[in-house]
């Protein structure tokens, strides 16, 4: 049996895919080897520290520009030699040099069945646009910010009559399956691949 796939989760906020992740992670599928955090006062890093997982703190707010952050990001990144990078709730534009450089190593959450909605406020727009479909996508990071290819969706019917904050309770639910989900897929692919 091949190691298990070494990921790092990167978070800003709530952290519950990071949870959703961190519990699916199983020693013949994947790992979570270190969690990143854009904010010191992230509840996801609480969770994780209360984990033990190893965490460590890259804040947005002491870097000048773009690149100077995306440089040390990949710095803390690379610390933990991940085979993959998972964004969950990542709210930060990353620069191309970035995604580039992590190109096929590096995948995003996004609650929208994309190519629709990308951006924010995804269920306010999908409710008020009147679609029949709704959901989450998991896809690989680009320089088209929620542009990449996609890995995998999970959709639900959406009631007209629900409110933002409803739709956005019960698709939250779905990220929490299609996360792993995907992430146990990628990880069965590549012991696949592994030589026997
Ligand atoms: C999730 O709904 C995720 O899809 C979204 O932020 C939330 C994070 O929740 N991501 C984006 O909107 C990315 N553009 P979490 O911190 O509880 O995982």
Known sequence: MKAPLRLVVVISGRGSNLLAIHQHARPDSYEVAGVISSRADAPGLAYARAQGLT??????????????????????????????????????????????????????????????????????????????????????????????????QARL????KETPAQLAARVLALEHELYPAVLARLAQTRQQDAPA
């Open 55 to 152: 965490t460590r703190v890259v804040d947005s707010r002491s870097y000048s520009d773009r690149t100077a952050y995306d440089a040390a990001l990949a710095e803390a990144i690379d610390a933990f030699a991940p085979d993959l990078i998972a964004l969950a709730g990542f709210m930060r534009i990353l620069t191309e040099g970035f995604v580039k450089h992590y190109a096929g190593r590096l995948i995003n959450i996004h609650p929208s069945l994309l190519p629709a909605f990308p951006g924010l406020d995804t269920h306010r727009r999908a409710l008020e646009a009147g679609v029949r479909e709704h959901g989450a996508t998991v896809h690989y990071v680009t320089p088209v910010v929620d542009g990449g290819p996609i890995i995998g």
């Open 157 to 160: 019917l959406v009631d007209p």
